[in-house]
């Protein structure tokens, strides 16, 4: 799962929008914005947050520098929990050629000290817009580990990974997405938004689904 390969399956797979997510790190995303470049591919730089509650929270923003203050923030709340690379494997950081530039040496899938709230605040303050994760998973979904849907934050958008389990997400928008974590996990083009824009330039048609996004539409 390096950015080269799957901004290359994406494009295997007729996807022309694609959001990286890596746990509680953007590191990354300049590599695959780069990346999507070279295959026509609208990049989107976001960040599958870890709350204090265990929740995972979708986290994606408009423009790949708020992405990257949003990551600079999360690392400070983060734990300093060295990784044990013999166990979950090396957390490199890569260039655009997939060039090993870094390494992130703390265990990242680790929950931060930001619970929902505090995270969705501090996205907002990013210009982001967030959404829990897969809430039809027993393993770190908002269902499983809270039971409902908390008054604050208010979200207007849930993720599933099973289309079929829609009613779980109440009255919200929903997204079904593949949330690959190995390359053949990556999905085919199956479905499409609806944007109110004619162009396709990555700035264009990111702005436009950032206007859905905020107002919860898809």
């Known amino acids: 799962m390096t950015p080269c390969n799957i901004a290359g399956m994406a494009h295997l797979n007729e996807l022309d929008l694609v959001a990286l997510t890596d746990h509680n790190t953007t590191d990354n995303c300049p590599a695959f914005f780069a990346a999507c470049e070279e295959y026509g591919i609208v990049p989107v730089a976001g960040m599958e947050l870890t709350t204090a509650e265990d929740v995972h929270l979708l986290c994606v923003f408009e423009t ?37 530039i870094g390494e992130d040496p703390y265990f990242l899938p680790a929950a931060t000290d930001l619970d929902l709230e505090a995270a969705a605040k501090l996205v907002a303050a990013h210009n982001g817009v967030c959404w829990p994760a897969h809430i039809d998973r027993d393993a770190n979904g908002l269902l499983a580990v809270l039971g409902f849907f908390p008054p604050k934050p208010e979200f207007r958008i849930a993720e599933l990974r099973d289309a079929k389990k829609r009613e779980l997400a109440g009255d919200r928008a929903v997204v079904v997405c593949s949330d690959a974590h190995r390359l053949w996990e990556i999905g085919e083009a199956g479905g499409c938004l609806t944007l109110d824009t004619d162009a396709t330039d990555a700035e264009t048609v990111r702005h436009a689904l950032f206007s859905n996004l905020r107002e919860g539409k898809l």
């Open 64 to 100: 790949l520098e708020d992405a990257t203050a949003f990551g600079e923030e999360v690392r400070t709340h983060r734990m300093r929990i060295k990784n044990r690379v013999e166990i979950f494997g090396e957390q490199a950081i890569l260039n655009e050629r997939d060039e090993k």
